[in-house]
């Protein structure tokens, strides 16, 4: 008997232990299943981590298919096709194609940081989020990104298509104003041209003094995007410039000179891509004359994406003016004359380069109607967040085979001012800020006829 309990304990001892050997063989098979059924292992691939557990780890990972399939997950991932070229990919945040969110700050020229390489008008969504790096722009303020709404941190919300400055309202609860879709500027000029030059001799057409002008202008300028309403990508703008000049008078009269420009028109501007617009400008010049012109102002350009615009810009005039004068020469005598004036047709190739802070440099050079020369260049620097420094100067060469008295016909514009944006570098956004300056003594220029 003793040897037979003894018997059967030791067959229940091995009995027991093949049954835990059986049970751990099972839940490692089940725990290699699983690992390759992770959802991480592609089919017919095994886990990084299955490979691991057996002792087959490859020595490298799978590179990614070379045949577009990622690619193509990922746009029918944000639910469409590839955009027209000339845009660049959607903003973050909802925003939709042509969105118009706030530039990441400068970009051009700037030297990449913590692993961002800002390109040519790359320009983000802007939120109240952690400034990128913590770095503060050179235009006075933080540079944000990333958040669910496109908004500066000063403006508080705003829609995606203009992240702005709070809206005043004026008189009527309806109406209000958004001060991010304007740039109001000022600053002084010199100019001179045939209508610097009076005739002081009514016996003599060819006796004429002449005076070069100085002084001052104002203005704005508007911005607006269109595709709300017309469901293209069009923008229009809206500005003037009132200049006040030679203020002590001349030597044939005592009257100043005052100036009215007016500029409103369309166009079609792109992060890279075809770029046009055209714009009516018209003209009101109160001297020794009084007259009223209208013109028509356009650019075809290509905008590169590294920051490259090169283009074409042309001023037709479209209707001139004749205006009795009232001169006094040089003995003090009143003199009563006509004169008649047209705008100068211009057509000038032109090379912009885009810096930081949507600002630019612009040289042309070109010709007008009359077989002159044309020559000048623009620059709009800016100094902060929302002040930048606007200068230019254009030149008329006057045609030597035209007649003997050049310096009557050489025409010359010089400028600088300030440009106060309320809405920062973006504006009323990227596609909608003004693409012309609104018109002046460079842009608009007249002739004696």
Known sequence: MITSHAACRGWNATSLLLLVAFLCANSASGADNR??????????????VSQAATGRLANQPAQAPLNGRLVRSSVASRGGPVRQVGYLDDCQNGCAPGCDCFDSGPS????????????????????????????ESMLGGPVYQGGSACRMASYGQCGCDACCADSIPVFLPILRINWARFQFFAGVQGFKGPM?????????????????????????NEGRNLKPLLGLDISA?????????????????????????????????????????????YLNDDWWFQGNMTQLRGELSWKTNDCHT????????????????IVRNTAGNIVRTTVNFDPTDQYRFFYRRLLPGTGDWTAFAGWTDDSDGILGATLNLPLRQ?????????????????????????????????VYRPGGPIGCGRYCRPMFDVADNGTFMVDQR
């Open 108 to 135: 051009c020229g700037m030297e990449a940081s913590c692993g961002f390489e800002p390109g040519c008008g790359v320009e983000g969504c802007v939120t109240c989020g952690e400034a990128t790096c913590g770095v």
């Open 386 to 418: 929302k002040l930048v420094l606007s200068t230019g100067a254009t030149f008329l060469i006057p045609d030597d085979n035209s007649v003997a008295f050049d310096n009557r016909d050489e025409g010359w514009n010089i400028s600088l001012g300030l």
């Open 310 to 325: 090169f283009g074409f810009q042309f001023m037709s005039g479209l209707d001139g003016d004749s205006s009795d004068g």
């Open 35 to 48: 690992l390759r059924s992770t959802p991480s292992a592609s089919p017919g691939q095994r886990s990084l």
């Open 196 to 220: 610097n030059f009076a005739n002081t001799d009514a016996a003599n057409p060819n006796s004429r003094s002449g005076s070069g002008s100085f002084g001052f202008y104002e203005g704005l």
């Open 237 to 281: 703008q809206l500005g003037f410039r009132a200049t006040q000049s030679n203020l002590s008078g001349t030597e044939f009269t005592g009257d100043s000179r005052n100036q009215f420009f007016l500029t409103g028109g369309f166009f079609r501007q792109v992060d890279y891509g075809l770029q046009y617009g055209v714009v009516f400008d």
